[in-house]
């Protein structure tokens, strides 16, 4: 924390030296990003601030169980009454990721940019960037303390659920003594840590299952064995009855195969466009890759939306992995 003292006054001035705030994350939100919104709204209501949580669509219905979740308006079903001058985004790697959340940003809008990809450019007027965080909440546990703020067993445990999902459960690369030493420290709370882990990296829905068994029936391996991918489009989520959150942890299987270096998840948006998800077990940063394609994220996870024919996006990312490898 110590190398990001000046963020972090800064961020603290920006908390309590304005109200109204429109607190926002990525589009189709992970744990780390709902997380997130939550703890935001949670520091502000201990200010005694003023604010609104929203997002461009729903948060994961597996999320359901954290503190005031039902209150981050999904502005796909409602809409907001005015524009906010005092914007909060986090988990946020660039700008384009708020979506359309952007429609409520009033024109001189002042943003406070909290998030850990290295790929953030620092599109706040300020900015709280650690990339070396394991999650956005990481930063977040930070401020809580610097801000001298008491936690509870609710706001604990939103904390937990983000960095439990976003180190795939204390398994990844970011996983550092501080991030088990903040666990540690959230579990004397209270904490129910093997009930998430159960909830949020065990338990599947059955159109998860189907999902992943039809992907999983078009899995594709490189010659050399080294990158993997699947595919799905609309006709998948169709015949399944998946929706968007169930595609979690899909992009896992393909790079968890005995030799392959990058696993990739290809998910067609419309005829032209695709989602793509990036995976790397540590020799290719799949980070670079995806801000080549207009994206960002870590060196071993990330992701792009790409414009262009399936098999067209293929080719190009596949080429890209094998320039890396």
């Not at 059955?206 to 899995?219: E, G, K, M, S, V």
Request: contains cysteine.
């Amino acid at each position: 924390m110590q190398t990001n003292e000046r963020e972090f006054r800064q961020c603290t001035e920006f908390l309590t030296e304005h109200d109204d705030f429109l607190v926002v994350s990525h589009i189709q939100p992970d744990g780390d990003a709902v997380s997130s919104t939550l703890a935001v709204g949670w520091l502000l209501s201990c200010l005694g601030k003023n604010y609104v949580m929203v997002n461009e669509g729903p948060i994961p219905r597996r999320m359901a169980y954290l503190w005031e979740s039902e209150q981050i308006i999904d502005l796909s079903v409602t809409p907001l009454d005015h524009k906010y001058k005092h914007v909060i985004a986090v988990d946020c790697a660039d700008f384009s990721r708020v979506g359309k959340t952007r429609e409520y940003f009033a024109e001189d809008a002042q943003i406070l940019n909290i998030d850990h990809h290295p790929t953030n450019d620092g599109y706040g007027t300020t900015n709280l960037i650690v990339p070396h965080a394991a999650a956005t909440v990481e930063i977040l546990f930070d401020l809580i303390r610097v801000l001298e703020l008491q936690m509870n067993k609710e706001i604990a445990t939103a904390i937990y659920t983000g960095l439990l999902t976003d180190t795939g459960g204390f398994r990844y690369a970011s996983t550092t003594p501080k991030v088990m030493e903040i666990a540690s420290k959230l579990l004397e709370y209270g904490v129910d840590g093997p009930g998430l882990s159960e909830l949020l990296l065990e338990q599947m829905t059955l159109p998860q299952l189907r999902l992943l068994t039809r992907a999983l029936n078009q899995l594709v391996i490189s010659e050399d064995g080294k990158i993997s991918w699947v595919t799905i489009d609309d006709e998948d989520m169709r015949l399944t009855g998946a929706i968007h959150e169930d595609l979690e942890g899909i992009v896992n299987y393909p790079r968890n195969i005995q030799g392959v270096e990058v696993g990739l998840l290809f998910k067609v948006i419309h005829e032209n466009a695709v989602k793509v998800s990036l995976r790397s077990n540590g020799k290719v940063d799949v980070a670079e890759i995806a801000q080549n394609f207009g994206g960002g994220g870590h060196v071993r996870a990330a992701g792009a939306r790409i414009e262009g024919t399936l098999e067209d996006i293929i080719s190009r990312v596949v080429e890209q992995v094998n320039l890396q490898l």
